[in-house]
T-cell receptor
Framework: AQSVTQLGSHVSVSEGALVLLRCNYSSSVPPYLFWYVQYPNQGLQLLLKYTSAATLVKGINGFEAEFKKSETSFHLTKPSAHMSDAAEYFCAVSGTGGFKTIFGAGTRLFVKA | DVKVTQSSRYLVKRTGEKVFLECVQDMDHENMFWYRQDPGLGLRLIYFSYDVKMKEKGDIPEGYSVSREKKERFSLILESASTNQTSMYLC???????????????FGPGTRLTVL
């Protein structure tokens, strides 16, 4: 069985500060891991994904995430927050040979001027 | 550009009504999905389809059914809407490449359904 836990339903940072959104997963098979972003009144769009190549994954808009198997984590970071980063972020996990993706509960990011 | 469209952005229905939510993708994707999104619960899978006329139950199929008569179209049906089905409904599709779990999901903008 697979599951995802996102630590913190809300995170607030100042513009220009580091963004760190935490995600821990559980999977009985080698996982594929994703971060999606949802802007207000829109569907989700892919930020980045890990598919067993490099453990440090770079995505769009300056975001990156590091797969740490020993910690079962896939935290999302961005060195300097921008006002346009305010959105809800979802971590997700799926496995080989399957279609189902399990999503975390989401973390809403607020960026203060 | 990749496109998933949903028939309505906002919908208000009454308890007991039959409700149809339509989703169309123009990417020739094999797989299509219906999720509901509720605050604090993330996205939960209702049904998915991996081929025309094929469907599989997701995690919360009760009270819902689906139809996929054409590859590009996937419909979600609420046979008799209830107030606890008030939610945001998201449709998604994936190409269905080898190693399907690695596929990126492409989402529509969502339908916010209110059942009174």
């Amino acid at each position: 069985a697979q599951s995802v836990t996102q630590l913190g339903s809300h995170v607030s940072v100042s513009e220009g500060a580091l963004v760190l959104l935490r995600c821990n997963y559980s999977s009985s098979v080698p996982p594929y891991l994703f971060w999606y972003v949802q802007y207000p009144n829109q569907g989700l769009q892919l930020l980045l994904k890990y598919t067993s190549a490099a453990t440090l994954v770079k995505g769009i808009n300056g975001f990156e995430a590091e797969f740490k198997k020993s910690e079962t984590s896939f935290h999302l970071t961005k060195p300097s927050a921008h006002m346009s980063d305010a959105a809800e972020y979802f971590c997700a996990v799926s496995g080989t040979g399957g279609f189902k993706t399990i999503f975390g509960a989401g973390t809403r990011l607020f960026v203060k001027a | 550009d990749v496109k998933v469209t949903q028939s309505s952005r906002y919908l208000v229905k009454r308890t007991g009504e039959k409700v149809f939510l339509e989703c169309v993708q123009d990417m020739d994707h094999e797989n299509m999905f219906w999720y509901r999104q509720d605050p604090g619960l993330g996205l939960r899978l209702i049904y998915f389809s991996y081929d025309v006329k094929m469907k599989e139950k997701g995690d919360i199929p009760e009270g819902y059914s689906v139809s996929r008569e054409k590859k590009e179209r996937f419909s979600l049906i609420l046979e008799s809407a209830s107030t606890n089905q008030t939610s945001m409904y998201l449709c998604a599709s994936t190409p269905g490449l080898a190693g399907g779990g690695a596929d990126t999901q492409y989402f529509g903008p969502g339908t916010r359904l209110t059942v009174l």
